[in-house]
């Protein structure tokens, strides 16, 4: 959606546009400017152990808005292969434990109870940990990308 504004100055006419959505771009000229949101991706193979961890950093302040998984190589656990999200190695108090064992698409669902958390993100490099969990016979075969959308202060 777009919203045009034209101002007079002595005669002179001076236009400028106003974008507004999700992005909140504004052009230089009319000063204003909004948040930007970003997308970041992480290659999630395993190895053949029960726990595989992966780190990610966002800016400090950063908002995590949505967090979805694309498997596209099953992962071969005899039981299930679970994703989680938290402050720390082994922490899930962003995104609970969720299956991502099946070749497919996951919309993860974000802790309501990380609320706070998850409007600001912490210092420190790197402030988000992923584990992947398998349960029963573990395996090195299954692939994955993390999709992570936030938003920046």
Known sequence: MSTGFVQRFKGKVQAASLWLGSGGLVDAASGISGKQDYIQKLSLP????????????????????????????????????????GSSAGDASYVAQTSIKAVGVVNLTLVAAAAAALLSAPAGSPNLFIRIVQTGTTSATGAATLVLEYSTP
């Open 46 to 85: 395993v190895t053949a152990t029960a726990n595989t961890d992966f780190t990610m950093s966002v800016p400090t302040g950063a908002t995590l808005l949505r967090a979805t998984v694309y498997t596209t190589t099953g992962y071969g656990a005899t039981t299930d292969a679970k994703i989680e999200i």
